[in-house]
């Protein structure tokens, strides 16, 4: 292996924001966390992962993806058991 501090790398790449995207992100990131974390972790996070939805909820309204943040929501709701 060769270390070269000098060499440069680029590419070309634009977040495409497509509906579905916004849906999947933000399903996928949800269950991310109900799945890894345990009960009482969750319990101990909870003001701040309530106040973190909250932001974002904000943030997926300004940023016109409020609809799909809220399918996610609906969509995690219809997995559990």
Not at 18 to 33: A, D, G, Q, Y
């Amino acid at each position: 292996m060769i270390y070269c501090p000098r060499a440069v790398v680029s590419h070309s790449y634009e977040f495409g924001a497509r509906p579905r995207k916004w849906f999947l992100l933000e399903r996928n990131r949800l269950f991310s966390v109900l799945a890894n974390y345990e009960p009482r972790t969750l319990l101990l996070l909870a003001p701040l992962l309530l106040a973190t939805e909250a932001g974002l909820l904000c943030v997926a309204a300004v940023g016109g993806w409020l609809t799909h943040k809220l399918r996610a929501y609906a969509s995690l709701l219809g997995l559990r058991r």
